[in-house]
């Protein structure tokens, strides 16, 4: 049994548990960690908005909505911070819990749907998955400051978009460095 309620637990128990019952909140969740991938995300604690509409059904309560965020980050090719909001929307059921035990005895053989299955726990569904889930969709595996970005100098390290057009380094090898003096010689025609 569990005791304690994440950060994204919402409390059903103004949803009369019969079908075709529907509610809707609009929810700020601003106490959770940071939600993202390693390069995008919601920093911990900033406000996620969920317009949240939870619908009776006869298995349990159906989730919908609509997520919303603020994301920061870094550009991947200059490492330029990045800002971006982000909506998605989101559907999911809850069983109830009275029918996981029945549910898995009718299921035994399908077994690999059991872990998508989620359940209420009491009168509270835990939105979390669903948030996550919606938030990570919307988020671009390798952000860009700007879909032309031209990343960093390989030399010096500085980003190409902050340095002149003619932006070059001295290269100082060594395997022409006795030609140096021969082709400053090489007489013009
Ligand atoms: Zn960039
Ligand atoms: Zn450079």
Redo the contacts with the bound molecule.
């Keep these: 049994m569990q005791t304690q309620h994440g950060p994204f637990y919402f409390n059903c128990v103004d949803l009369p548990r019969r079908a075709g019952e529907m509610k809707e909140y609009e929810l700020t969740f601003d106490k959770h960690e940071r939600v993202g991938t390693p390069v995008l995300g919601v920093e911990a604690d900033e406000p996620i908005d969920v317009d949240l509409r939870i619908t009776s059904v006869s298995e349990g309560v159906l989730a919908s909505g609509t997520v919303a965020a603020f994301v920061t980050g870094e550009c991947t090719r200059c490492l330029e911070p990045i800002e971006l909001d982000v909506e998605q929307n989101f559907t999911e059921l809850y069983r109830y819990e009275a029918e996981k035990k029945s549910h898995k005895k009718a299921k035994e053989i399908e077994i690999a749907d059991e872990d998508e299955d989620l359940h209420m726990d009491g009168d509270f569904i835990d939105l979390e998955f669903a948030i996550r889930d919606a938030l990570i969709l919307d988020l671009p595996l390798n952000p860009l400051c700007s879909e032309d970005c031209e990343g960093l ?1 390989p ?2 390290g ?1 980003p190409m978009a902050e ?1 002149p057009e003619d ?1 070059a ?1 001295e290269k100082h090898d060594i395997r022409w460095a006795g030609l140096e003096g021969w082709a400053g010689e090489k007489p013009s025609e």
């Design positions: 100098c030399d010096c500085l340095l932006h380094h």
